[in-house]
C-alpha cells in the first residue's frame, strides 16, 4: 500500500511565529517518518480551518482522488472546529479516502511536555499551577481541558486549575489576581501549540511564571507521528478484511 498523506490540521493565525512553528512542526514529523535506509516517508501537508488558507478541502482536492490520507488535527482539546469544521471540509472537498485520528490532545504525553516547561520556568514546591487554554464554547472541548488538567497532576503532583485566554470562565487573569491576592506565587502552563495572541496575553496576567507553548517539542512530533502510525495500522486493517477470501487448496 502506499503510504497515506498525511494531513497535519491546525486552527490557524495572522501571527507569523504560529504558522511558523505548525510549519516545523509538519517538518519534524516528516524526517520522523522519514526512512533513510531505503525510501522516504509519507507526504506531510498542512491545511488550517480559520482565519488562513489552504484549508482542509483545497489540499485535498490537491491530491489525487485515490490517494489515501490520513487527517491528523493538531488541536489540544476537540470542539467545534475538530467535530464539525473539518468533516464539513473533508465532504466539501470530494475526496473519499481520508481517515481522521483523533487530535493529538488531550494525551499524558502532552502532560509530560508540559511538566518539563515548567521546570524549566522555575516552578517552586509551593507554587499554584494554572493550566491556560485557549477555550471554546463546545463543551466537549471545555471536558477535554479538564482531562489535560489531571492528567497534569499526576506529572506535577499537586492541584492544577483550569482558566481561559478567550472563550470560557474563569478567565486566566481573574484566576492569577485571586491566587495573588492571597498570597500564592502562580505559575501558567501554557496549553497552547504556538505563539500567538493567546500567549501574547498570558504574559500580561500577573503571573510568576508561563510556559512557552507545547511548539515543535520532540514530545509532540512522537504523538503527531503516533496518530498517524494508528491511522495506518487502521486502514492496513481495514483493507486486508475487504480482500477476498481465498480457499486452502483442494478445498471447495
Do not use: K, W
Not at 504558522?19 to 522519514?34: C, K
Not at 490537491?62 to 489515501?68: E, F, R, S, T
Amino acid at each position: 500500500m502506499t503510504d497515506p498523506v498525511l494531513l497535519l490540521v491546525a486552527h490557524g493565525t495572522r501571527n507569523s511565529a504560529g504558522v511558523e512553528t505548525i510549519a516545523r512542526l509538519a517538518d519534524a514529523v516528516s524526517v520522523v517518518l522519514s526512512d533513510s535506509d531505503s525510501r522516504p516517508g509519507p507526504s506531510v501537508r498542512v491545511a488550517f480551518v480559520d482565519v488562513l488558507g489552504p484549508s482542509p478541502a483545497d489540499v485535498l482536492r490537491d491530491l489525487p482522488a485515490d490517494a489515501p490520507v490520513i487527517a491528523v488535527p493538531a488541536f489540544l482539546a476537540s470542539g467545534y472546529h475538530v467535530h464539525a469544521d473539518l468533516p464539513r471540509e473533508i465532504t466539501e472537498s470530494g475526496h473519499r479516502h481520508v481517515h481522521v485520528t483523533p487530535a493529538i490532545g488531550p494525551d499524558p504525553a502532552l502532560a509530560r511536555v508540559l511538566g518539563e516547561r515548567l521546570r524549566e520556568t522555575g516552578l517552586r514546591p509551593g507554587d499554584r499551577v494554572v493550566l491556560a487554554a485557549a477555550g471554546s464554547s463546545d463543551v466537549r472541548a471545555l471536558a477535554d481541558v479538564r482531562t489535560a488538567a489531571d492528567q497534569l497532576e499526576t506529572v506535577v503532583g499537586r492541584p492544577v486549575e483550569v482558566a481561559y485566554v478567550a472563550t470560557g470562565e474563569p478567565r486566566v487573569a481573574d484566576v492569577v489576581a485571586t491566587a495573588r491576592a492571597e498570597g500564592d506565587r502562580v505559575v501558567v502552563a501554557s496549553y497552547l501549540l504556538a505563539p500567538g495572541l493567546f500567549h501574547t496575553r498570558l504574559g500580561a496576567t500577573g503571573a510568576a511564571g508561563v510556559t512557552e507553548p507545547l511548539g515543535v517539542h520532540p514530545g509532540v512530533t512522537e504523538l503527531v507521528v503516533a496518530r498517524y502510525r494508528a491511522g495506518v495500522d487502521l486502514i492496513s486493517a481495514a483493507a486486508a478484511r475487504s480482500r477476498p477470501h481465498r480457499s486452502a487448496p483442494g478445498r471447495d
